[in-house]
């Protein structure tokens, strides 16, 4: 009987230690987290699996173009559209094109084999360079550094980026570093703007460790004593200098705080002025008050990073970068446009249009934004926040008495004027003011800071025309208006 015991236990051993040799690339019981050079944050996760001979693991799907007019949502993973995982340790993924390329996870230091191959074109060779004990993420395990070199059909060597690029594999984590495999050996992409690279290992969840992605609870997670400053900036003007801008400033002071599973509840204290200048008017509003507000999850939002929203309409995606604090994007509006027969089209627009951005712990969306069809745009930016003992940025002064009267204080002139204007302040206070002229379509023409009482900025060069000038005083805009030069 101790014979027959000792015997299962050796076999035991032998098993889990053949299966310790397996560096598997991937696994779907975890989420994966990369980034690339650009700290563009890209997903691993494992939606399905089919158990045959081998195990075949179909990631989540990203936006990808199909040819000229159509994208999908429902092809491919950026590291491919499936990866098989043999028993007899050979990774295999799936590129663009449906041709393979074959990791051996279980091959020793200086093996090699033909890791890829186009017919009468190209081979990839995969060699094992490296095998040691490294440290990522806070743990530590066994590496293996695979490097590839290419040829062409002579085995001629070629001048390739891959020649220069390697992946990673850990023992017990996978990845460590990798390519988007959906591009190997080099195809170029087409969505997102991106191009065939190495991403690095950032994050896992199992275990939790490192980068994850952010959710709408992150976003919004405010303690009492919390406070967050935001100027939000608009305006449009036509050509003969009629329209509008607007600057709204807020002020958010947590007050209270009540969490529950499906939900989190704040009151806060809200002081808001709202200036608006018109053509031949102004207005001003102040708001001070206490307000509620309720935060839901927003399963959207709370999607991965490149993971598809489809809607009846359209489709689209939030992306992360991996920058402090962590932030997460999202466009717009739908990029895609559902047309038929499974296929997204490129959606063309035109307007104020800009990628929203929501940071963690501080909210959003902050954005920024030329208007397309008129002078202006819309600028919403977080410009001082408190958080605990944190600060950062230069609060905002908001009282209930209007600071219109100030633009009454200000003069240009001549206008019309040809080769000079004067900035004159009757009672000017501060020293660091500054004058921006733009043409009728948007573009800065020049920057000045002005004198104490009297400046006088030359214009000589410019163009006859309407163009549009703003003073400002930090973040503060002192007089917005428009300039005829003859």
Known sequence: MKSIILSLIFALISILSTSGQNYQTVNSKRIVYFD?????????????VKIQTDSILFPF??????????????VASWIGKKIIIKENGLNEF???????????????????????????????????????????????DSVKTIRFQTFDKKMNPLVEDLNHMEIKISKNYGFVKTLNFYLFPNFKIDYPTGQFEEYNLIGLSNP?????????????????????????????WDGRGRGSATTNKFIYKYIDRADYIDSIIYRYSRKQSIKTIYTD??????????????????????KL?????????GTYNYYMLNESPLAKFSPGYPIFGFTGDSCWGLIIADGCISDKKY???????????????????????????????????????????????????????????????NVKFCDMSNSDCSISIYNIQGKLMISRKLELTDSKIDISAFKTGTY???????????????????
């Open 36 to 48: 690339n050079q650009n700290k563009n944050i890209k997903c691993i996760r494992i939606d399905s």
């Open 61 to 74: 799907t990203e936006i990808q173009k199909l040819d000229n007019y159509c994208y999908s949502p429902r």
């Open 94 to 140: 799936i590129n663009k094109m449906g041709d393979t390329i074959t990791i051996h996870t279980n091959a020793p230091i200086g093996d090699k084999w033909i890791a890829f191959q186009i017919k009468d074109s190209l081979i990839v060779e995969a060699s094992v360079v490296n095998h040691d004990t490294l440290t990522f993420l806070g743990l530590i």
């Open 208 to 236: 939790e460790i490192g980068i994850r992605n952010l959710t709408w609870f992150e976003i919004n997670d405010f303690q009492i004593g919390d406070e967050m400053h935001i100027l939000d900036e608009s305006s449009c």
């Open 281 to 302: 008017s102004s207005s001003f509003k102040f708001y001070n008050d206490t307000l509620k507000t309720t935060i839901k999850p927003d399963l959207f939002f709370d």
């Open 305 to 313: 990073p490149g993971e598809p929203i489809i809607l009846e309409y």
């Open 359 to 421: 940071i963690k712990g501080l909210g959003g969306p902050y954005y920024g934004c030329t208007e397309a069809f008129c002078l202006g745009g819309a600028e919403r930016k977080l410009v001082y926040f408190k958080k605990g003992n944190t600060t950062w940025g230069n609060p905002l002064i908001i009282t209930d008495i209007s600071d219109i009267e100030q633009i009454n204080n200000i003069q240009v002139y001549p206008n019309p004027a040809n080769d000079y204007i």
């Open 468 to 486: 549009i000038f703003k003073i400002f005083d930090k973040e503060k805009v002192l007089k917005l208006d428009k300039l005829i030069i003859e």
